[in-house]
């Protein structure tokens, strides 16, 4: 690929946080390039179609899908989310840092198809944090929150596949930190948040995040 701009994956817990981290990156740094994916899921109140999202219906969805309008698209909590070609490619070419914010059978098939793409993921502190997150800022049902914490669990599993790990423990913090380590990762792997360093913390989250779910249908 004949460009300078960096693809950068995020993905991690949803109420994790990653959200505000990257309105707040994108807000702190002119380098960034936030695309903005389609989904067939529902507006939550205070989100704008073309802002948040491109909201649209099954059938919208999987029109763009023939056209090969995705880089990548996935099934999350029975919705379909993807991240649209033309911004991210044109962005790109234009030597911008382009960041998806996106879950792991997505960040799994740009792997594979950016090789260069680098791949993060965002976690709380503790899965209370997660929990208290979900249901604070009351976006979703009881049922919604289960189902979110169950697919935690499940993609939980697969951290290692990812190039970094970032603890958003203070939001101030955790952008400075985020933007410090893109743009050292220009040059080359950062060890420092490689989840092979990090591996007591994601088993303790694993383990708490099984715990959480244990007995929810
Ligand atoms: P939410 O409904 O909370 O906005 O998003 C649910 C999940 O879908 C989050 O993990 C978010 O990162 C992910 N997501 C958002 N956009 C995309 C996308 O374009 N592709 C994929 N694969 N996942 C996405």
Not at 119 to 148: D, H, N, S, W, Y
Not at 156 to 173: K, P, Q, R, S
Not at 186 to 196: L, S, T
Request: charged share 30%; glycine share 10%.
């Amino acid at each position: 690929m004949k460009n300078n701009g960096l693809l950068i994956v995020i993905s991690g817990f949803s109420g994790a946080g990653k959200g505000t981290l990257m309105k707040r990156l994108v807000e702190d740094y002119s380098n960034y390039a936030l695309s903005v994916s389609m989904t067939t899921r529902q507006p939550r109140a205070g989100e704008e179609n073309g802002r948040e999202y491109f909201f649209a219906t099954r059938e919208e969805f999987e029109k763009k899908i023939g056209e090969e309008g995705f880089i990548e698209y996935a099934s999350y909590c029975e919705n379909y989310y993807g991240t649209p070609r033309d911004y991210v490619e044109s962005q790109m070419a234009g030597g911008k840092d382009v960041i998806l914010e996106i879950e792991i059978q997505g960040a799994m098939q740009i792997k594979k198809k950016y090789p260069h793409a680098i791949l993060l993921f965002v976690t709380p502190p503790g899965a209370g944090a997660l929990q208290e997150r979900l249901m604070g800022r009351g976006t979703e049902t009881e049922e919604e929150i289960v189902k979110r914490l169950k697919r935690a669990a499940e993609e939980a599993v697969g951290i290692e596949e990812y190039d970094y790990i970032i603890i958003n423990d203070d939001l101030d913090e955790c952008v400075k930190e985020l933007h410090a380590l893109l743009q050292e990762s220009h040059h080359g792997h950062v060890e420092k948040y490689d989840p092979r360093h990090h591996k007591e913390f994601i088993e303790e989250i694993r383990t708490q995040l099984q715990e959480l779910v244990k007995g929810e249908k």
